[in-house]
């Protein structure tokens, strides 16, 4: 059973700085590209950030140079560091593939002074 769970949100202010954790189960994790995705009120679900098993990383314009992505094969985990948040970047956040699985919990990041 394949299963993601997210950690690490919470209320930062602009400016600040969070790291998200995702922990897979039940699937091979090392063979896959990872995808973080966030969907804000009103909008679809959206790729933020992916990186493969071979270390290359892709990001959306709005996080690029702010966000970045990266992965412990050895524990299944992948992480997504984000810096100087803004309120644009408030959504819940979840971790993936691509097409991707039965979806996490994700974790919420509020961006808010």
């Known amino acids: 059973q394949v299963q993601f769970v997210e950690s690490g949100g919470g209320l930062v202010q602009p400016g600040g700085s969070l790291r998200l954790s995702c922990a897979a189960s039940?699937?091979?994790?090392?063979?896959?590209?990872v995808y973080w995705y966030r969907q804000s009120p009103g909008k679809q679900r959206a790729v933020v950030a992916s990186?493969?098993?071979?270390?290359?990383?892709t990001y959306a314009d709005s996080v690029k140079g702010r966000f970045s992505i990266s992965r412990d094969d050895a524990k299944a985990t992948v992480y997504l560091q984000m810096n100087n948040l803004e309120p644009e970047d408030t959504a819940v956040y979840y971790c993936?593939?691509?097409?991707?699985?039965?979806w996490g919990q994700g974790t919420q990041v509020t961006v808010s002074s």
């Open positions: 990186r493969t098993g071979y270390g290359l990383t």
């Open positions: 993936n593939t691509r097409p991707p699985l039965p």
């Open positions: 039940g699937i091979n994790f090392s063979i896959r590209p």
